[in-house]
């Protein structure tokens, strides 16, 4: 199996921290400055069963320039012309009107989207259910897969989930 992953979500929830973590080695920075990743970066991920281009993108947020709008296009170029597209998103309790534009975006697209909700290792077990159940009802999501990618958890079983999809 092949295909192409994107990464896609708001500055700062970590993806570039998981594209990283995924192709084990520290191809695109990461920050906790916004805005790090300023064009879309692609690593190769390969086991015996598959290989993926994962494509880490730009955080998508209201561009205030033009540098701003070239990177927000370079994010949502990444919707398109893929296999699977992963949306980041981070501990945060509520969905704010940044999130509610990607995910009313998303909901237009041909590419399944899993919704991998990082930073784990900073949630209470049932602020975790919660917010899987609040992510749920969105109907947008083919799976919800709970990460760290700081810690590395669940990483494999992210990648299993988007083997599904290719
Ligand atoms: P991006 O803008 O979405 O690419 O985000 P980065 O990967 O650059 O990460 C932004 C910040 O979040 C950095 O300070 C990361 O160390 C931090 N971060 C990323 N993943 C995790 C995680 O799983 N847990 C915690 N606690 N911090 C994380
Ligand atoms: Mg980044």
């Given at each position: 199996?092949?295909?192409?992953?994107?990464?896609?979500?708001?500055?700062?929830?970590?993806?570039?921290?998981?594209?990283?973590?995924?192709?084990?080695?520290?191809?695109?920075?990461?920050?906790?400055?916004?805005?790090?990743?300023?064009?879309?970066?692609?690593?190769?991920?390969?086991?015996e069963n598959c290989q993926m281009?994962f494509l880490d993108t730009p955080?998508?947020?209201?561009?205030?320039?033009?540098?701003?709008?070239?990177?927000?296009?370079?994010?949502?170029?990444?919707?398109?012309?893929?296999?699977?597209?992963?949306?980041?998103?981070?501990?945060?309790?509520?969905?704010?009107?940044?999130?509610?534009?990607?995910?009313?975006?998303?909901?237009?697209?041909?590419?399944?989207?899993?919704?991998?909700?990082?930073?784990?290792?900073?949630?209470?077990?049932?602020?975790?259910?919660?917010?899987?159940?609040?992510?749920?009802?969105?109907?947008?999501?083919?799976?919800?897969?709970?990460?760290?990618?700081?810690?590395?958890?669940?990483?494999?079983?992210?990648?299993?989930?988007?083997?599904?999809?290719?």
């Open positions: 199996k092949s295909g192409f992953v994107s990464i896609v979500g708001r500055p700062n929830v970590g993806k570039s921290t998981l594209m990283n973590n995924v192709v084990g080695e520290k191809i695109a920075i990461m920050s906790d400055k916004p805005q790090t990743t300023r064009n879309t970066i692609q690593a190769v991920y390969t086991d281009v955080g998508i947020h209201k561009p205030k320039n033009k540098l701003g709008e070239f990177m927000v296009k370079s994010a949502t170029d990444a919707f398109k012309n893929v296999d699977v597209v992963l949306y980041v998103v981070d501990e945060s309790k509520k969905i704010g009107p940044g999130d509610r534009k990607i995910i009313e975006d998303l909901r237009g697209i041909k590419a399944p989207v899993v919704l991998v909700l990082n930073k784990i290792d900073q949630l209470e077990e049932s602020d975790l259910f919660e917010l899987m159940k609040m992510y749920h009802a969105e109907g947008v999501f083919k799976e919800i897969v709970p990460i760290s990618a700081l810690k590395g958890r669940n990483i494999k079983e992210l990648i299993k989930v988007v083997q599904k999809y290719l």
